[in-house]
């Protein structure tokens, strides 16, 4: 008998005929935490401004990708949706504000007030656009945000007028309601923020300096403390 050759190709690996088609270029390969983190701060970045802008429903995600100079589905790697995406900058306002109020009771209430309301100040100065956010969403009766308000802030808010409470109740402050307190606290440091142009245009400048936010920062801890500070 005459024994054929086997003229048969070999088969190639399933997986190596296949991989050049994985990765679409359009779509993030998962990294690891660090590089998931920074990916989404920068997004996150670039979202604020966004909404800022055009509010939530003028803000689509075509416009944050481009304004990010990244493809559409890099943002819905990350948020589901704009919806996602728009509380997830909320949330994250909210939490760099709470942060910023470091105080207990241990603390001496002169002191602690006055950084508080510099620190507010700050995020007026550096992070003016979270500002703007935020207002547009509360003007609009929080409808994204109103459970977190319920939650989250309030239980806050309970904490710390708890905390001036403990301050007038040594006599540290003169009695007042701490809820109106931290509230005036918020309109007058978030001002600088939220009607900046406003403010720049009675200032006759261009853009408000450091020099602004350091007299506003004495003005407002001269009125908060100059009023309610007992001295002791």
């Known amino acids: 008998m005459i024994k054929l050759m086997d003229t048969r190709l070999p088969v190639q690996p399933l997986a190596a005929a296949s991989a050049p088609a994985v990765a679409a270029p359009d779509t993030p390969a998962p990294s690891g935490r ?17 909404f800022a802008t055009y509010g939530l429903h003028g803000a689509t995600t075509a416009k944050i990708a481009d304004r990010a100079g990244i ?4 943002i819905h790697y990350y948020f589901s949706t704009k ?11 909210l939490e760099e504000w709470l942060s910023a109020a470091a105080f207990d009771v241990e603390d001496a209430a002169r002191p602690a007030l006055e950084r508080y309301i510099r620190a507010k100040l700050n995020y007026s100065r550096e992070r003016p656009q979270a500002s ?15 459970a977190h308000l319920e939650d989250r802030l309030l239980a806050w808010v309970d904490a710390k007028a708890a905390v001036i409470q403990g301050w007038i109740d040594r ?3 003169a009695p007042v309601d701490p809820r109106h307190l931290l509230f005036s606290i918020w309109a007058t440091t978030q001002h600088y923020s939220d009607f900046a142009t406003q403010i720049t245009i009675l200032l006759r400048k261009e853009a408000l300096e450091a020099d602004d936010f350091e007299q506003a920062a004495q003005l407002l801890t001269q009125m908060v403390l100059g009023g ?4 002791r």
């Open 228 to 231: 309610l500070a007992t001295g």
């Open 34 to 50: 660090r590089g998931r983190a920074r990916s989404e701060a920068e997004i996150l970045a670039v979202a604020e401004e966004v």
């Open 132 to 146: 703007k956010v935020w207002a547009n969403e509360i003007l609009n009766g929080a409808p994204l945000i109103r």
């Open 83 to 93: 919806e996602a995406l728009y509380l997830r900058v909320l949330k994250d306002i």
């Open 171 to 173: 006599g540290e402050l």
């Open 71 to 74: 493809p559409k589905a890099n």
